[in-house]
């Protein structure tokens, strides 16, 4: 009776319940249960054992070679396919908002399609044209974009290749967020005041499109630095992003404790830059937009 | 009319195409491999479905169709009633942390890949689970969550609760008024839920490989294993095979519910 | 229809549009139309919404090309010129104002682009800023200024350019009705102290009377008639202008007589009324009498002279200042009459006479 009119005085609570529930069991518990076991300790050939030690964070803080070659390697991927995946998805992005009907709805399946075909198949895609290394220096030579033949497959160029084509489909949603939102009427005020259309853009369009960028540059930046999938197909272990280590670490040499720790490093790492970097945005751009 | 020549113009779309272009150029090279009898030998010279056969005909492409559909099936369904009940609180209701609330509910998302597998493995481990098929459909389940809410939460804003206030005015009680008004009135944002999350899981490679078994792969880590190892069209012609699937996928949606709601929605991660 | 050519003996260094048409597929919302405004006038562009008017002050502000025609501003031809080599100054409808940048920067930010020096933007920013009553709102942004600050703000951005012309798109249709009030006395006083040949787009026929010098009525792309607001109110020469502008009553019925200064004029229900003779009046012709309700007197005793009807007040609509009476005659004939909220004022149901002077009505010919 208590249960029956507890339910009916807090019908939110009762309805979040069991998927708070589950998401508690299986999402917080774990990662909590993750940064405990991160002080357990190793048991080289066998599983772990229960300690409160910090031989795991000494292990990589302490290594000069994993802080350079892991943690800042991958800050510096991410942070340089970040940029390099906004500067790319902005051109189609303002073309896509700018255009309506039948060729918008084409042109905007045609760009956000590969999220929903999974990324196996878009790396294998990549793969095969990589393996034709011959035929693409051959195109990109004749295109100007390079001056002598570069090898992709197995290389940091690849890898940075297929991280900044994945993450160029969520860029362009949330470029598409802010650019939507504009109205037309602001860039028309613009030319009628003299503005041809590289200053409307210039002056207004672009700066009232930050916050999709920012938006945009917060989800490629944090998909791209625990990236995972991509160096692995794409470079076995010559490029241990943090994403990799951890699964070598857990799933191939099954040193659980070291790499609970080395993904504690990596959400906090994480935490930190994306805090950083929101609070520069901020103070540099927002506060004429009263954001 | 004179029309001088646009320059700026021209290269903006240009450049636009070019892109566009790149982004559906895998796509299109593993379409004309998979058909290809040569195979990864360019340019094309003929056409063959000799790829299909092998692929579809390949035990380990058939099992890990079978295991993903069955762990998508499974946890979409769970993902999408979950969904209507947290969105319905979410929504109708104001409490307060409700925006804590739903960050929460959004955590999925923003936890890397990597690190949620390795939670849940270790987690379910020391629950004496260690990986299989459960682990498998609890860690989808969780992965995927996040979609069936914004979808229905969306299609609930839109939703007019005067209706609901009609149908009670009538006489219809809470659970009656939920079942005949508003679950037909938004089953446009539980199927869109339902299509968005059945694909993540589908798709899902990152988590699955921390919590598969040896009899329980899914089909991205079967393709996974095969090209590391084989390396033959018939991965192409596997992959096509997804590919043309999710075509058929996006005309349905657009039938059923409309490309921009899909779209709109699903994607924020899809590792 | 006809089109309307204005020619003026001085300069008409104003706006001069020669047969613009526009066509989306077979849909031709602007049809060969010809208008001119002169220079230090001010002229209103009136019509109901999709007629046409929003288009036509678009391809003017270059935003449209048109199909075929000529637009002259200042007497240049900026028919293929760009909408940022124009010299026009547009107040959008919705202000379109740039929210992150201060009113100074929006002001201002055309005299940049002309690279005009910074000790010159201030003084004309703030010239600008006193003239619209804005004076210390330099650095606020529009998200903090009210519906009719926004407004000026439009307003003073373009002023700040000097344009030849302005081109106004309903610009005092977000605000409340006492506000719009206002601002239509400011708007008239600023442009005859700066004569400023503005074009002012709107379906507010009250607006477009009260500020105009000239009106321009558009309906279904086509201009119907171009003259001052007393021309249009009082000589309409068309049906849809007699309706569109003030409220009308419109019967039709032929010539039945003529004598030497009246006709007498049978409506269709048998209602003879004697009204003034026009030159091409003849007996036997057809034409509509449109009669405006404040030209019919309403009295409880039966008036002398012509034209007097029996009625029955069916309804009454109150607006403050004046009362409609909606009057049913013995015949069955439907009139509106309005008169000013004095007495006698009267109620429904009661029996009433109207009265009307045989001058105090237009002809107006059938539509072909």
Same mark, same amino acid.
């Given at each position: 009776?208590?249960?029956?009119?507890?339910?009916?005085?807090?019908?939110?609570?009762?309805?979040?319940?069991?998927?708070?529930?589950?998401?508690?069991?299986?999402?917080?518990?774990?990662?909590?249960?993750?940064?405990?076991?991160?002080?357990?300790?190793?048991?080289? +050939?066998?599983?772990?054992?229960?300690?409160?030690?910090?031989?795991?964070?000494?292990?990589?803080?302490?290594?000069?070679?994993?802080?350079?070659?892991?943690?800042?390697?991958?800050?510096?991927? !991410?942070?340089?396919?970040?940029?390099?995946?906004?500067?790319?998805?902005?051109?189609?992005?303002?073309?896509?908002?700018?255009?309506?009907?039948?060729?918008?709805?084409?042109?905007?399946? /045609?760009?956000?399609?590969?999220?929903?075909?999974?990324?196996?198949?878009?790396?294998?895609?990549?793969?095969?044209?990589?393996?034709?290394?011959?035929?693409?220096?051959?195109?990109?030579?004749?295109?100007?974009?390079?001056?002598?033949?570069?090898?992709?497959?197995?290389?940091?160029?690849?890898?940075?290749?297929?991280?900044?084509?994945?993450?160029?489909?969520?860029?362009?949603?949330?470029?598409?967020?802010?650019?939507?939102?504009?109205?037309?009427?602001?860039?028309?005020?613009?030319?009628?005041?003299?503005?041809?259309?590289?200053?409307?853009?210039?002056?207004?369009?672009?700066?009232?499109?930050?916050?999709?960028?920012?938006?945009?540059?917060?989800?490629?930046?944090?998909?791209?630095?625990?990236?995972? !999938?991509?160096?692995?197909?794409?470079?076995?272990?010559?490029?241990?992003?943090?994403?990799?280590?951890?699964?070598?670490?857990?799933?191939?040499?099954?040193?659980?404790?070291?790499?609970?720790?080395?993904?504690?490093?990596?959400?906090?790492?994480?935490?930190?830059?994306?805090?950083?970097?929101?609070?520069?945005?901020?103070?540099?751009?927002?506060?004429?937009?009263?954001? | 009319?004179?029309?001088?020549?646009?320059?700026?113009?021209?290269?903006?779309?240009?450049?636009?195409?070019?892109?566009?272009?790149?982004?559906?150029?895998?796509?299109?090279?593993?379409?004309?491999?998979?058909?290809?009898?040569?195979?990864?030998?360019?340019?094309?010279? +003929?056409?063959?479905?000799?790829?299909?056969?092998?692929?579809?005909?390949?035990?380990?492409?058939?099992?890990?169709?079978?295991?993903?559909?069955?762990?998508?099936?499974?946890?979409?369904?769970?993902?999408?009633?979950?969904?209507?009940?947290?969105?319905?609180?979410?929504?109708?209701?104001?409490?307060?942390?409700?925006?804590?609330?739903?960050?929460?509910?959004?955590?999925?998302?923003?936890?890397?890949?990597?690190?949620? +597998?390795?939670?849940?493995?270790?987690?379910?481990?020391?629950?004496?689970?260690?990986?299989?098929?459960?682990?498998?459909?609890?860690?989808?389940?969780?992965?995927?969550?996040?979609?069936?809410?914004?979808?229905?939460?969306?299609?609930?804003?839109?939703?007019?609760?005067?209706?609901?206030?009609?149908?009670?005015?009538?006489?219809?009680?809470?659970?009656?008024?939920?079942?005949?008004?508003?679950?037909?009135?938004?089953?446009?944002?539980?199927?869109?839920?339902?299509?968005?999350?059945?694909?993540?899981?589908?798709?899902?490679?990152?988590?699955?490989?921390?919590?598969?078994?040896?009899?329980?792969?899914?089909?991205?880590?079967?393709?996974?294993?095969?090209?590391?190892?084989?390396?033959?069209?018939?991965?192409?012609?596997?992959?096509?095979?997804?590919?043309?699937?999710?075509?058929?996928?996006?005309?349905?949606?657009?039938?059923?519910?409309?490309?921009?709601?899909?779209?709109?929605?699903?994607?924020?991660?899809?590792? | /229809?006809?089109?309307?050519?204005?020619?003026?003996?001085?300069?008409?260094?104003?706006?001069?549009?020669?047969?613009?048409?526009?066509?989306?597929?077979?849909?031709?919302?602007?049809?060969?139309?010809?208008?001119?405004?002169?220079?230090?006038?001010?002229?209103?562009?009136?019509?109901?919404?999709?007629?046409?008017?929003?288009?036509?002050?678009?391809?003017?502000?270059?935003?449209?090309?048109?199909?075929?025609?000529?637009?002259?501003?200042?007497?240049?031809?900026?028919?293929?010129?760009?909408?940022?080599?124009?010299?026009?100054?547009?107040?959008?409808?919705?202000?379109?104002?740039?929210?992150?940048?201060?009113?100074?920067?929006?002001?201002?930010?055309?005299?940049?682009?002309?690279?005009?020096?910074?000790?010159?933007?201030?003084?004309?920013?703030?010239?600008?800023?006193?003239?619209?009553?804005?004076?210390?709102?330099?650095?606020?942004?529009?998200?903090?200024?009210?519906?009719?600050?926004?407004?000026?703000?439009?307003?003073?951005?373009?002023?700040?350019?000097?344009?030849?012309?302005?081109?106004?798109?309903?610009?005092?249709?977000?605000?409340?009705?006492?506000?719009?009030?206002?601002?239509?006395?400011?708007?008239?006083?600023?442009?005859?102290?700066?004569?400023?040949?503005?074009?002012?787009?709107?379906?507010?026929?009250?607006?477009?009377?009260? /500020?105009?010098?000239?009106?321009?009525?558009?309906?279904?792309?086509?201009?119907?008639?171009?003259?001052?607001?007393?021309?249009?109110?009082?000589?309409?020469?068309?049906?849809?202008?007699?309706?569109?502008? +003030?409220?009308?009553?419109?019967?039709?019925?032929?010539?039945?007589?003529?004598?030497?200064?009246? !006709?007498?004029?049978?409506?269709?229900?048998?209602?003879?009324?004697?009204?003034?003779?026009?030159?091409?009046?003849?007996?036997?012709?057809?034409?509509?009498?449109?009669?405006?309700?404040?030209?019919?007197?309403?009295?409880?005793?039966?008036?002398?002279?012509?034209?007097?009807?029996?009625?029955?007040?069916?309804?009454?609509?109150?607006?403050?200042?004046?009362?409609?009476?909606?009057?049913?005659?013995?015949?069955?004939?439907?009139?509106?009459?309005?008169?000013?909220?004095?007495?006698?004022?009267?109620?429904?149901?009661?029996?009433?006479?109207?009265?009307?002077?045989?001058?105090?009505?237009?002809?107006?010919?059938?539509?072909?």
């Amino acid at each position: 009776m208590k249960i029956r009119n507890w339910i009916f005085r807090n019908p939110p609570l009762f309805l979040l319940l069991p998927g708070a529930l589950l998401l508690a069991s299986f999402l917080v518990i774990p990662v909590g249960w993750m940064i405990r076991v991160s002080f357990y300790q190793n048991l080289p +050939g066998s599983y772990m054992k229960a300690a409160w030690i910090l031989d795991n964070y000494k292990k990589f803080l302490g290594d000069f070679w994993y802080l350079r070659n892991v943690l800042y390697f991958s800050f510096k991927i !991410a942070a340089f396919t970040t940029f390099l995946t906004i500067l790319l998805a902005y051109p189609p992005s303002l073309y896509i908002a700018r255009s309506r009907g039948r060729k918008k709805q084409v042109l905007l399946t /045609m760009t956000l399609s590969p999220l929903l075909i999974g990324m196996v198949c878009l790396i294998f895609g990549w793969i095969v044209i990589f393996r034709a290394q011959g035929l693409l220096n051959q195109i990109a030579l004749w295109a100007g974009l390079i001056s002598e033949p570069v090898k992709y497959l197995y290389s940091l160029k690849g890898i940075i290749i297929c991280l900044v084509y994945i993450s160029i489909p969520f860029a362009i949603l949330n470029l598409l967020d802010s650019l939507g939102r504009l109205d037309p009427s602001l860039e028309e005020a613009a030319m009628n005041v003299g503005a041809n259309r590289w200053q409307s853009f210039r002056h207004i369009t672009f700066p009232l499109s930050t916050p999709g960028m920012f938006a945009g540059s917060l989800v490629v930046f944090a998909l791209n630095f625990s990236a995972f !999938a991509v160096p692995l197909m794409l470079g076995g272990e010559r490029f241990p992003m943090m994403g990799l280590v951890i699964y070598i670490q857990s799933m191939e040499l099954n040193n659980i404790p070291f790499a609970a720790a080395i993904s504690m490093i990596l959400l906090v790492s994480s935490m930190i830059i994306l805090f950083l970097y929101s609070k520069a945005i901020h103070r540099l751009f927002f506060r004429r937009l009263g954001l | 009319m004179k029309q001088k020549f646009d320059v700026g113009k021209f290269i903006f779309s240009l450049v636009t195409f070019m892109i566009i272009f790149a982004l559906i150029f895998p796509i299109l090279v593993l379409i004309v491999v998979s058909f290809n009898p040569k195979g990864f030998i360019l340019p094309p010279s +003929g056409l063959t479905f000799r790829w299909y056969h092998q692929a579809l005909t390949y035990k380990d492409f058939i099992s890990g169709m079978y295991v993903s559909f069955v762990i998508a099936l499974v946890s979409s369904g769970i993902a999408t009633v979950l969904g209507i009940l947290i969105s319905l609180s979410l929504v109708r209701y104001r409490f307060k942390g409700r925006n804590l609330v739903n960050t929460f509910f959004m955590s999925p998302l923003t936890v890397p890949a990597a690190i949620m +597998g390795l939670g849940i493995y270790i987690f379910l481990a020391k629950l004496g689970m260690a990986k299989g098929v459960f682990p498998l459909i609890i860690g989808h389940t969780i992965l995927i969550m996040p979609f069936p809410i914004m979808a229905i939460s969306a299609s609930l804003r839109n939703f007019d609760p005067s209706l609901e206030e009609a149908a009670m005015n009538v006489g219809a009680g809470p659970l009656r008024t939920f079942f005949s008004i508003t679950l037909p009135t938004i089953k446009t944002g539980i199927l869109a839920g339902v299509i968005i999350s059945f694909i993540n899981s589908w798709n899902n490679f990152a988590l699955s490989i921390f919590l598969s078994t040896p009899r329980w792969i899914p089909l991205p880590m079967q393709l996974y294993s095969y090209i590391k190892f084989e390396y033959d069209p018939s991965g192409a012609a596997l992959s096509a095979c997804l590919i043309f699937l999710s075509g058929v996928v996006i005309i349905l949606s657009d039938r059923l519910i409309g490309l921009d709601v899909v779209m709109g929605i699903g994607s924020r991660k899809n590792s | /229809m006809r089109s309307m050519m204005e020619e003026y003996g001085e300069d008409t260094k104003g706006i001069s549009l020669k047969n613009v048409t526009k066509r989306y597929g077979h849909l031709v919302v602007v049809d060969s139309i010809s208008f001119d405004v002169k220079k230090g006038e001010f002229m209103s562009l009136l019509g109901p919404s999709g007629c046409g008017k929003t288009t036509t002050l678009r391809m003017i502000a270059g935003f449209v090309k048109p199909d075929r025609g000529t637009i002259d501003i200042g007497g240049e031809d900026v028919t293929h010129l760009p909408p940022f080599k124009r010299n026009v100054g547009l107040v959008f409808q919705s202000y379109a104002l740039w929210p992150h940048m201060t009113v100074f920067e929006n002001i201002s930010f055309g005299l940049k682009l002309n690279k005009i020096k910074a000790k010159t933007i201030k003084e004309k920013v703030e010239n600008v800023l006193s003239l619209t009553n804005l004076n210390g709102m330099e650095n606020r942004y529009p998200r903090e200024l009210s519906g009719g600050q926004q407004q000026r703000v439009a307003l003073a951005r373009a002023l700040a350019l000097d344009p030849a012309v302005f081109l106004l798109d309903e610009p005092l249709s977000n605000l409340d009705k006492k506000l719009r009030v206002y601002m239509r006395v400011e708007l008239k006083q600023l442009q005859k102290n700066l004569r400023m040949t503005i074009l002012y787009v709107t379906h507010d026929q009250e607006e477009a009377l009260s /500020m105009s010098d000239r009106v321009a009525i558009m309906n279904k792309g086509r201009i119907i008639q171009v003259g001052t607001p007393h021309e249009i109110y009082e000589n309409p020469q068309s049906m849809f202008t007699a309706d569109f502008v +003030g409220n009308i009553n419109m019967i039709e019925g032929v010539i039945s007589e003529v004598s030497d200064r009246l !006709a007498t004029f049978r409506t269709r229900d048998g209602s003879l009324l004697k009204v003034s003779l026009e030159k091409t009046m003849k007996r036997g012709d057809t034409v509509n009498v449109a009669i405006r309700p404040e030209k019919l007197s309403v009295s409880r005793q039966q008036p002398q002279g012509d034209n007097v009807f029996l009625g029955t007040v069916k309804f009454v609509d109150y607006f403050g200042s004046l009362i409609k009476y909606f009057v049913e005659l013995e015949t069955g004939l439907q009139l509106i009459a309005e008169n000013q909220n004095l007495d006698p004022r009267f109620n429904a149901g009661e029996k009433v006479y109207l009265k009307l002077e045989p001058g105090h009505c237009y002809f107006i010919q059938p539509e072909a």
